[in-house]
């Protein structure tokens, strides 16, 4: 699957900092045939993947766009379509279909939240869908690829 993650306070805290998991979680996706995109609503954060060292993991950056993301989505002329993508902003899961990650705003080794995602992406992998509640389908209506 083509995987989307946000960059702010999905795994970048509001004090710069790593989300705990993050490299792992991406070596894993990887490792399980997934490909990695970043994308931003405020840019292109390749700078931001350079300095936590992301960047064998990443295939893209591409700027987010801000509302009416599936009719944004569908007009921006992507390379691929997000399969799935991973936001701490409810809205962008809503539209587009994939995960709500809980908010990463400071450092703590105690947040596993990404360790929970990996979990939930690969069950959607393998089955399609997932019970948690912070899974939304695809749209049906919405645009595709
Ligand atoms: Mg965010």
Redo the contacts with the bound molecule.
């Keep these: 699957m083509n995987i989307f993650f946000?960059?702010?306070?999905?795994w970048l805290g509001l004090d710069q900092s790593l989300r705990p998991g993050t490299h792992e979680t991406m070596q894993r996706l990887l490792a399980d045939g997934h490909k990695i995109y970043i994308w931003s609503g405020v840019g292109i954060r390749w700078p931001e993947v350079h300095q936590h060292r992301l960047t064998p993991y990443v295939t893209d950056c591409f700027v987010k766009p801000l509302s009416q993301y599936a009719e944004r989505v569908a007009q921006m002329d992507l390379p691929v379509w997000p399969d799935l993508v991973i936001?701490?902003?409810p809205e962008v899961p809503a539209a587009l279909g994939g995960f709500w990650i809980r908010?990463y705003f400071y450092f703590s080794n105690t947040d596993d939240e990404m360790e929970v995602i990996y979990r939930l992406i690969t069950e959607v992998a393998r089955t399609g869908r997932s019970a948690d509640r912070r899974f939304k389908p695809k749209p049906l209506n919405g645009a595709s690829a």
């Design positions: 946000d960059v702010d306070f999905t936001d701490d902003f908010p």
